[in-house]
């Protein structure tokens, strides 16, 4: 038996840590809207408090995504319903995001938070982004047969 390359085969592409921390973040996303839903899948949006099923929301953040020390950081990720999420800068929603941000954590732990967004990039390990990874995708598993799917 030898073993040939297969010329019709695609190469592998090269996994990037930026690509790595992108696929836990979406991973991050799904599990705090599983997290905040009923048993039923639902949750109140914390802008507008709309009910909305976990698969037809979104994972807002408060600081922007662009923050990559905060882009993995779940308590700046909370269930937003598309329409808020979407219109982010409009200042009644942002508003409405911040006082549930300062009831949820307290004025002190926003502003720490939002001292961080000033600190330079942090640099993600690949074996630390993908062992981060695996805890997120057990969680969700768990979350999901919470669920009953």
């Not at 040939?4 to 930026?18: E, G, H, L, M, W």
């Not at 882009?71 to 319903?81: D, F, G, M, P």
């Amino acid at each position: 038996m030898s073993l040939k390359k297969n010329p019709n085969r695609k190469p592998r592409k090269v996994q990037t840590i930026a690509g790595l921390v992108e696929k836990a973040a979406v991973d991050l996303q799904k599990l705090v809207r599983l997290k905040a839903s009923n048993n039923r899948g639902f949750s109140r949006c914390v802008s507008c408090s709309k009910w909305v099923h976990y698969k037809n929301c979104d994972a807002g953040h408060y600081f922007s995504r662009r923050h990559l020390r905060l882009k993995l950081y779940e308590e700046n990720i909370h269930v937003q319903c598309k329409g808020c999420n979407m219109r982010m800068g409009c200042p009644t929603v942002h508003d409405e995001y911040r006082t549930y941000m300062y009831d949820m954590y307290g004025v002190r732990r926003v502003k720490a938070m939002k001292r961080l967004t000033k600190w330079s990039k942090p640099k993600f390990n690949m074996e630390q982004v993908k062992q981060f990874r695996k805890q997120i995708r057990d969680q969700i598993k768990i979350q999901l047969k919470r669920l009953g799917e």
